[in-house]
């Protein structure tokens, strides 16, 4: 039965693990440390499988998504979409009103959920994110909670 629930910092290695193995541009272990001791993250579990990991931090009524990643193995069968949603519903109990992000441009996958669940594109942050040789340009998005 799978369910959305709170991580915390005895789940750093399987953070760490799934977004290893299904990341192209892991967090790594500071962030990651850092995420789950001070902001709020969230995992979607199936039976006693973590298979999604997510994080948000909350400035007054604004909610930040930093990271969401869904295990290779469990792509394409709506978890992000699940965890995401949820995620926010979490963040709406303590205030949360709007959700802002950040994605790279070349990211086809995330910013197509994005939209789906309401996300608009505000505006392009250029050479925000080191790639390889050189930089790839954010696109910043936003959405009123609840979603829609
Ligand atoms: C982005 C990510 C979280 C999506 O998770 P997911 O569980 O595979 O996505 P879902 O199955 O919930 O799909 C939700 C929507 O995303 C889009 N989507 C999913 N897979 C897609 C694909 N291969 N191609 C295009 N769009 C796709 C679809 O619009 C889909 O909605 P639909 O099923 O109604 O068509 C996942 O691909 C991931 O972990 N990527 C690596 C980490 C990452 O890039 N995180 C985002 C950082 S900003």
């Known amino acids: ?3 959305v629930a709170m991580l915390g910092i005895q789940h750093l290695e399987q953070c760490l693990l799934i977004e290893t193995r299904s990341d192209p541009h892991p967090w790594g272990r500071t962030n990651w440390l850092r995420s789950l ?3 709020h993250c969230l995992g979607y579990w199936r039976d006693t499988d ?3 990991i997510s994080a948000y931090s909350l400035v007054l009524d604004e909610v930040s ?3 969401i990643v869904v295990d290779n193995s469990s792509r394409g069968n709506g978890v992000g979409r699940q965890l995401l949603t949820e995620g926010l519903e979490w ?3 303590f205030g949360g009103q709007r959700c802002l992000l950040e994605v790279r441009l070349s990211n086809i996958v995330a910013r197509t959920l994005y939209k789906k669940l309401g996300f608009a594109e505000d505006g392009i942050r250029k050479k925000y994110y080191p790639l390889g040789e050189g930089h790839e340009d954010a696109v910043l998005m936003s959405a009123d ?3 829609i």
């Open 145 to 147: 909670l609840p979603l």
């Open 50 to 52: 973590l298979v999604a």
């Open 65 to 67: 998504l930093l990271n």
């Open 37 to 39: 001791r001070d902001d």
């Open 91 to 93: 963040m709406q109990q």
């Open 1 to 3: 039965m799978p369910r």
